[in-house]
């Protein structure tokens, strides 16, 4: 029997943003669960027609919610983004706000600007890391240093806003949030952008190890 949400996806950052989110729901309330496509990037599978109709920009993660039907989507409303997808799924999935902060508060107003941050800093500038270090056909070493160079900026940034706090907002020490969620994954590879260890950042290490101790951030990693 089809799940309510199904995620097209793959094993990069941004599709495992998603998957934690999900899994992070799911043993939050019990009643939330997913069906998985995974989506083969070497094959070029997300320049389909078929996904393109879903996501025109071609690119993963995208989700459908199948309990959400219209006439223009009656197989499901389609979400793509990876930032905009948590937020759909916190803002009608998480109906005790447990992952995200009260409309129109000041927590909220902290928690969007860390994802626009990470949305148009973190992962844009790592992933330019990883393509000039990793995929570009040629060596080329100023687009090594200077992507790898933003990178370490954008810790350093993280590592502040961590400064005496377990997560980037919330009260006291901070709550797992969106926030957190949108930009976790994209760190967790920060060897592959060249920054091979977290030590000069202790803040932004404790905050990663913290989180990869959660088992549902375990199972989000392992989707699909």
Do not use: C
Request: no cysteine; proline share 6%.
């Amino acid at each position: 029997m089809s799940k309510p949400l199904v995620l097209y996806t793959a094993a990069t950052p941004n599709g495992h943003k998603v998957s934690i989110m999900l899994e992070e729901l799911k043993a939050a309330y019990g009643n939330i669960d997913y069906d998985v496509e995974k989506i083969n990037l070497t094959a070029n599978v997300q320049k389909e027609p078929w996904f393109i109709a879903m996501n025109p920009n071609g690119r993963i993660p995208v989700l459908i919610d199948r309990s959400n039907t219209t006439v223009a989507h009656p197989n499901g409303f389609p979400v793509f983004e990876s930032a905009a997808i948590l937020l759909y799924l916190v803002q009608k999935y998480d109906k005790e706000g447990k992952f995200k902060f009260e409309s129109g508060s000041d927590e909220e107003s902290q928690m969007l600007q860390w994802i626009f941050f990470a949305h148009g800093g973190v992962g844009p500038m790592q992933g330019q890391s990883h393509h000039f270090r990793h995929y570009a056909p040629e060596d080329v070493p100023y687009g090594k240093k200077r992507y790898g160079d933003e990178v370490v900026r954008l810790y350093g940034v993280l590592d502040i806003g961590l400064q005496g706090r377990d997560y980037l907002v919330g009260p006291g020490a901070g709550k797992l949030s969106v926030a957190d969620v949108n930009v976790m994954p994209w760190v967790r590879f920060h060897e592959r952008a060249g920054v091979e260890t977290l030590d000069a950042f202790p803040n932004l290490k404790a905050w990663l190890d913290r989180l990869l101790e959660r088992e549902t951030v375990k199972a989000g990693i392992a989707v699909p």
